[in-house]
Structures are given as structure tokens and as C-alpha cells.
């Protein structure tokens, strides 16, 4: 992340994220392509501060609404970052990190997908995982991993949610 690693359990601000580019939607759209090799090169604060808004920052402080929509507005997903340094949990509200382990889980998470050689490859991966309670209090339990709406690595990320708080 560009600075020595911090201690587990400190937080680490990010800078705020960009709101404008020079791109439009439509052409990222159709210039879009998944990826499977990475360049070894860590992502900076900066980077991370743009894809953890991406997923789940906040876009209108008073209600806590976010950039991905949410049923209900309950915004059931947690967003984790591993690197080389450890496992982060993202607070969208004050755009931190909190350190939670420094161990390097990328080679288990490489596992956990199935074997897949680029997961333990990947400088950052964002790990989504859906807190479904928070939709079955007002959706029901059946009706909360549809209302969550995402692909979660739910049982995986369980241990590390609770760590979370
Ligand atoms: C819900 C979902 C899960 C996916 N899981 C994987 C995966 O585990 N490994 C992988 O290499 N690609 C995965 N992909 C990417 C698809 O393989 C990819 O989107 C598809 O081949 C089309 O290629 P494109 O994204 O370059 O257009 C996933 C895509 C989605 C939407």
C-alpha cells in the first residue's frame, strides 16, 4: 500500500475517491474484459480508496445511501480487502480501513475459488460477503440471499465478518 504496513486493528484513512473521468459509462461498457494476470505491482490508497467507493461508498451522507443499490436500503454486503499485508474491512461511512489479520490469505482464497491460480495471484481482491440478516428482518429468511443480490462467499467470509464486528 506504498508505506509500511500497519498494525492489526489501526485504521487506515483513505484519501476521497474520484467522482469524475474523462471516459463515458457507455465506453467503459463496451471496452470492458475480465482479466486473469496481473501486473506484481501493489495497489496504492489511492486505487483502493476508488474501487472500495466503487463497491459500497456513500454517496449521500445523510440517509447512508451508497453507489450500489441495496433492497430496502439495508445494504446487506461487507467489503473486505486482502493483500500481501493482510485482511482489511472497508467502513463505507468513513471511507476507512480497519486492519483485522496480517497474515496473507490470498493463496486460501485462491482455494476457496476453486483453485483459480490469478485469486493468489491478484496484488488487492475485494471479498463481498452478504450479511443476510440484516434483509430477513424485513424480507424473511428465504427472501434474504435474493434481496442481497450478489455473489457471496458467504460461509468463507463469516469468521472474518464476526472479527469485524
Ligand atoms: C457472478 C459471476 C461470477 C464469476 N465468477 C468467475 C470466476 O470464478 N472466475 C473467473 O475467472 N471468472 C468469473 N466470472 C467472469 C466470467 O467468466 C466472465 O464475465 C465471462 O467469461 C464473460 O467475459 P467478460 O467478462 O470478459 O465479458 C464471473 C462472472 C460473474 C458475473
Do not use: C
Amino acid at each position: 500500500m506504498g508505506r509500511s504496513p500497519p498494525k492489526v486493528g489501526s485504521l487506515v484513512k483513505l484519501p476521497p475517491p474520484k467522482q469524475t473521468s474523462r471516459g463515458s459509462f457507455e465506453e467503459t461498457l463496451a471496452r470492458r474484459r475480465s482479466v486473469r494476470e496481473f501486473d506484481d505491482v501493489a495497489l496504492g490508497d489511492a486505487e483502493h480508496s476508488q474501487l472500495l467507493w466503487a463497491a459500497q461508498g456513500i454517496t449521500h451522507r445523510t440517509m447512508g445511501l451508497r453507489t450500489a443499490p441495496s433492497a430496502g436500503a439495508l445494504y446487506p454486503i461487507e467489503v473486505y480487502l486482502v493483500t500481501n499485508e493482510g485482511v482489511y474491512h472497508y467502513e463505507p461511512r468513513a471511507h476507512h480501513l480497519e486492519k483485522l489479520m496480517s497474515a496473507d490469505v490470498r493463496n486460501a482464497l485462491s482455494n476457496a475459488a476453486l483453485r483459480q491460480e490469478s485469486v493468489g495471484g491478484a496484488p488487492s481482491i475485494l471479498v463481498l460477503a452478504g450479511v443476510y440478516e440484516r434483509t430477513a428482518k424485513k424480507y424473511g429468511r428465504l427472501a434474504a440471499p435474493r434481496a442481497s443480490q450478489t455473489p457471496t462467499y458467504r460461509r468463507r467470509s463469516a469468521a472474518l465478518h464476526k472479527r469485524a464486528g
